[in-house]
Structures are given as C-alpha cells and as structure tokens.
C-alpha cells in the first residue's frame, strides 16, 4: 500500500476509535504508533527509539509553560469572583433593555476570556453566574442557554486562548502577534451575538424580558472592580506584543495579578487549593492530547501524505478560495465527533503547508500564516456550539437541568448564522483579523 492509502486508513481507524468514546489522545497515539510500525515493516525497534524522545522534545518546549498559566488565571477568577463582578458591571449597563439581562452574560462571557484561555471554563463559570438572573426574569430557557453556550466560545476567541498557544507552537508563529490579531474578530463575535439576542426578542419579546434600570452612579462605580481585570488583559497582551516580556512571563504577571485580586475579593484557601487542582487536570488532559497529537503526527509523517497532499492541492489547479472553503467545512464536519483542541492538533500539520502554498490576495506568507491560524480558531469555534458534540452546550444544559437539550440547540442556531457571516467576511476581508498587526506592528 502506499504512503498515502495508510495516512487515510489511520483517519479511518481514528474516527471509529473516537466513536467508539476511546479519549482523543489515546487514539491518536495508538494509530500513530501502529502507523509508525507498519511504515517501517512492523519493526517495533524504531517506535521505541521515538517513543524516549517523543515526550520530552514536546514537553520541554517552553512555550508550552503558559498554558497551566492561563489556565491559572481563569481558575483565580473563577473562585475569586471576579467573574460576577464582570457579570454585574454589564448588567448594569444593559440589563435594563429587552434582552439585556443576556447580552450582559454574552459581555460578560467576552471580558472573563480576557482573563481565561479555555471556552468550556468560560462557558461553566459565568452559566453559574448568569443562570439565576435569566431565570429571575423569566427568559426563555432556549435564549439563555444558547446565548450562554455561544458566549462561552469567546472564552478562546477573546485573547489569551490555549488554542492560539497550540497553534503557534505548530507553526512556529508568534503568540503576540496571533492574540492581538485575534482582538478584533472577537470583539465582532461579541457584538455579532449581542446582535443576535436583539433580533430574537424583537421576533419574541417574551424571550427576554427586560431587567430593571440601576442607576448611572451605581453603574459607574461597579467599572471600579473590573478596571484592575482589564488592566491585566492590557499588561499580558501588549507585553507579549510589544517584546517586553515573553508569552511566559507575561503569563506569569497575570497570575499573580489575577491571584492578588481574588484574594483580595475573598478567596480563601479552599479556593487556591481548587484553582491549582483544576489548573493541574485541565493541564494534564490538554497536555496528553499533545503527546497524542505527536505521535500521530509521526506516523504521519513516514507516509508523507500531508507533503503529497499539499503537492496534490497546488498542482490541481483549484481555487484558493475553494480549497479554503473545504477546509472550513472539513473543520464543521469534524466539530461533530471531536473538541477544538483535538482539531488544531490533528488538522494544522496537514492543512498549514496547504494554505501557506497558496495565493490569497498576493497576502506575504507571514500575513497568511496569522490569516489562517485566527481563520481556523473561528470555525473550530463553531465546533464547540456544533450538535451533536457541542461541548459548551452540554456544559451548560448541566446547569440549566429544566431546559431540554434540543431546546439549547434550537436557541444556538442564530448564533451559528453569526458565526458563519463573520467567517465568511474574514475569509474575504484578512485586514479583519491583520489590522491590529499592521497598525502597532514595529
């Protein structure tokens, strides 16, 4: 068989082992060894010898080291409170409005990812917040779950994101450079689902009441407890950006700043003790599906199917545009059976050489390489909201136990049609995403 027939026939094995409900970063490490050894005529000596370097030429990269950093800061936040402060300072501006009380746990849901690089972190934390308060004033289970479920997404989308980490990790790229391009589309996701909430309850009115007015002194003076949270994003994004600290050190700030604030607003030792446990799972699971994701993509390797690929593509005489736009559908289809991790994981080694051999508005291959890591964010982003996976939307049904789960998809299916105009106007409008780049770029 050839190189390429074996790369498929791993895909194959892949997706039925996922089926099957075998942890993604298993599977992908058993189809990656038995790749390994059918490629080099089932002899085992040559997986072994990888296997002793495998873990650690991937574990000692030391970009790697901010991920348990963010994760740290959005576990501080989580038990330190700072994500109800950041809840009752949206609702004070736009609860009062039809369909306020959601837009504020979309706002909400925006800013706490400013802080916290994991969208299921985001979606469980402020779905805790948020919940009571949609139901105090009746909202339609469908609307609230599915604005919680959508705003849980901008917990990657809004800067500092784990999968942005990974991406630059794989493709060599820098940190600073994918999170301040990433800044723009996020806020245009955050707005775009805001919009969303004011269409539904100009159809439905009954979908979301409006909250009670506060007063503009009360409002103003809750900024007060969420000025030091956004000074955070500011000192972690821009001190990447502009070189003063490296993506760890400046992570590292953000911890403790992060951790001087949740002390500050009352968590105790129960609570740091939570946060570092949390951090440790949530940093042994994602590092697992990178050891997972190395080995498959050894195996993949020896068949050199992606190089075979991405020469096919080239020589094909496709549009580019048309080979972008299968790839995005490739990412829907595999948000159905697997997280958005797993996706960068599996998917950028094979699809990066494809898109950077490509011609897209004459874009410089640095440009292009930004383009597309904040391009695939977005659509794998979808993934997280996509039935019938849809991680945030079972997070959130969890919480919202009275709410049906076919109502939670029902009332994200706006949110997708969100999602899917701002991904189609990054595709033909790049400066959406490079503006940030090019304008403080030195």
Request: proline share 5%.
């Amino acid at each position: 068989m050839s190189g390429m027939t074996i790369g498929l026939i791993m895909f194959a094995v892949l997706m039925v082992l996922l089926a099957l409900r075998v942890h993604i970063g298993i599977g992908m490490f058993l189809v990656g060894a038995a790749g390994f050894v059918v490629m080099n005529d089932f002899a085992w000596l040559p997986l072994l010898n990888a296997l002793k370097n495998l873990a650690y030429s991937r574990f000692s990269n030391y970009d790697l080291a901010v991920i348990p950093l963010f994760m740290l800061m959005g576990q501080f936040a989580t038990h330190g409170g700072l994500s109800r402060a950041l809840f009752k300072c949206v609702n004070n501006f736009v609860g009062h409005l039809r369909g306020g009380v959601a837009m504020a746990a979309v706002g909400a849901c925006a800013a706490f990812g400013a802080i916290c690089g994991s969208s299921l972190a985001t979606a469980a934390t402020m779905g805790q917040v948020a919940l009571p308060e949609l139901r105090r004033y009746n909202y339609a289970g469908s609307l609230a779950t599915g604005a919680l479920a959508a705003g849980g997404t901008l917990g990657i989308m809004i800067p500092p994101s784990v999968p942005l980490v990974i991406y630059a990790v794989l493709t060599q790229e820098s940190i600073g450079k994918l999170f301040m391009a990433a800044i723009v589309p996020g806020l245009i996701a955050m707005l775009g689902y805001m919009l969303v909430i004011r269409i539904v309850v100009a159809i439905k009115p009954e979908a979301g009441p409006a909250g009670e007015r506060v007063p503009t002194a009360t409002a103003l003076r809750s900024l007060v407890g969420v000025i030091p949270i956004m000074l955070v994003f500011l000192v972690v994004i821009v001190g990447i950006y502009d070189g003063w600290a490296n993506p760890t050190e400046a992570a590292s700030i953000g911890v403790f700043a992060c951790g001087l604030l949740a002390i500050v607003g009352g968590m105790r030792m129960e609570g740091i003790v939570k946060s570092i446990t949390g951090t440790a799972q949530a940093t042994a699971m994602i590092f697992l599906v990178l050891l997972g994701a190395d080995m498959l993509n050894a195996g993949l390797a020896i068949t050199q199917m992606p190089t075979e690929l991405a020469t096919w593509v080239q020589s094909s005489g496709l549009p580019p545009l048309s080979v972008i736009f299968a790839i995005l559908l490739i990412y829907i289809f595999l948000g159905c059976v697997m997280d958005s991790l797993a996706m960068i994981l599996l998917t950028i080694p094979i699809f990066y050489p494809i898109v950077m051999g490509l011609d897209f508005w004459g874009m410089p291959v640095a440009d292009k390489s930004v383009w597309f890591g904040i391009l695939a964010l977005m659509v794998v982003e979808i993934g997280l909201v996509h039935p019938p996976v849809g991680m945030n939307i079972y997070i959130i049904n969890r919480l919202a136990k009275d709410v049906p789960v076919m109502e939670t998809f029902k009332g994200v299916l706006p949110f997708l049609l969100s999602d899917l105009l701002r991904t189609i106007a990054l595709v033909f409008f790049p400066a959406i995403s490079l503006y940030l780049v090019h304008t403080f770029g030195t």
